[in-house]
């Protein structure tokens, strides 16, 4: 199969064309001959060399896919050949052929295509569980996504707006700001103009919001624990402005507030199997409802990953970028 390989660390040139066997499925695996793949900040990580795979997972890129199923492993009980689904995966996805866990696969929802299903499985499981699972985000309370345009703002939005919860967002400029708005937000904030605890206090009538998701870390922790409601609980997903911050233990006492945090990738098959049956039940409805609609900035052919690398580094893209196979 064609695929794209990372080379050695580097920048986006490091990703070069390659051939290799196609992947065998284990037992309770299915290969999916793949038709898109999504690009995601982890896979920049790990073409840098700063986000090595786990050893029992591809070296090659990608942790999301969508296309048929082109094989089963002998234990396979919730697909057959020629099911068309999306799945999240350990790695491997920038290739022809890629194999899931059968439990990680969903099926492509109702109305949509493999690109658009591609760009579904890394940002939605990753804010179901965070948002719905670790912050515990109820009907009727609110929350505040740090990067309202990225991927996995754009869903984060889109799924909070669809479960009826107020959603608040930052972004970099009026042009995202506008789209997180259109796209479901209640009030977007211009981080580069705007105080973000300012606007979130006034907006609250000076309650604060419920659950802040936090892509940035560094010094936007001691703000969001001063924009959070009593009880509030602040998560983390990623540390884009940096691993340290300082802030007011006194403060998250008074409050009774959470701060909590995951990554995705390290967990087991069982854990990311149980995220998946909830989506099904709870997210896909919106989906094929048209309440929530995949946010597609760019694609690019596989043979262009290192353009499609290149774009996500400048950060300009308002939602995903997909390759197609």
């Given at each position: 199969m064609k695929c794209i390989q990372i080379s050695k660390p580097g920048g986006p040139e490091v990703l070069v064309p390659?051939?290799?066997?196609?992947?065998?499925p284990k037992a309770h695996e299915i290969l999916i001959k793949v038709a898109s793949a999504g690009v995601n900040r982890p896979d920049v990580q790990q073409r840098l060399g700063k986000y090595a795979p786990p050893p029992d997972a591809s070296d090659l890129p990608g942790l999301e896919v969508a296309g048929e199923v082109a094989a089963i492993g002998a234990d396979v009980k919730m697909w057959k050949v020629g099911d068309k689904v999306c799945a999240l995966v350990h790695g491997g996805g920038y290739a022809e052929y890629c194999v899931a866990p059968e439990v990680q696969a969903l099926p492509i929802p109702q109305g949509l295509t493999a690109l658009q299903a591609a760009s579904l499985p890394e940002t939605f499981?990753?804010?179901y569980s965070n948002v719905y699972d670790r912050a515990?985000?109820?009907?009727?309370?609110?929350l505040l996504v740090q990067g309202g345009s990225s991927g996995i703002g754009v869903?984060?939005?889109q799924m909070a707006a669809a479960m009826g919860n107020r959603v608040f967002v930052t972004a970099g400029s009026d042009e995202k700001c506008a789209a997180c708005v259109k796209l479901g937000a209640e009030k977007a904030i211009n981080y580069k103009t705007q105080?973000?605890?300012e606007v979130v206090k006034e907006a609250t009538g000076g309650k604060g919001v419920d659950v802040v998701l936090d892509m940035v870390g560094g010094d936007y922790v001691a703000r969001e624990i001063k924009c959070l409601a009593q009880d509030g609980r602040l998560v983390f997903i990623a540390v884009l402005g940096g691993t340290k911050g300082e802030f007011n233990v006194a403060e998250v006492m008074m409050k009774r507030l959470t701060l909590t945090g995951s990554t995705l990738r390290p967990?087991?098959?069982?854990?990311?199997?149980?995220?998946?049956?909830n989506l099904r039940e709870k997210v896909w409805p919106h989906i094929e409802?048209?309440?929530?609609?995949?946010?597609?900035?760019?694609?690019?052919?596989?043979a262009e990953?290192?353009?499609?690398?290149?774009?996500m580094e400048t950060s300009q893209h308002i939602g995903k970028i997909v390759l197609t196979v």
């Open positions: 390659a051939e290799r066997p196609n992947p065998v499981f990753t804010v515990r985000l109820a009907p009727g309370e609110s869903t984060a939005i105080d973000f605890v967990r087991t098959v069982a854990f990311k199997g149980e995220i998946a049956r409802a048209g309440k929530i609609k995949p946010v597609i900035y760019k694609s690019f052919p596989l990953a290192s353009e499609a690398h290149r774009l």
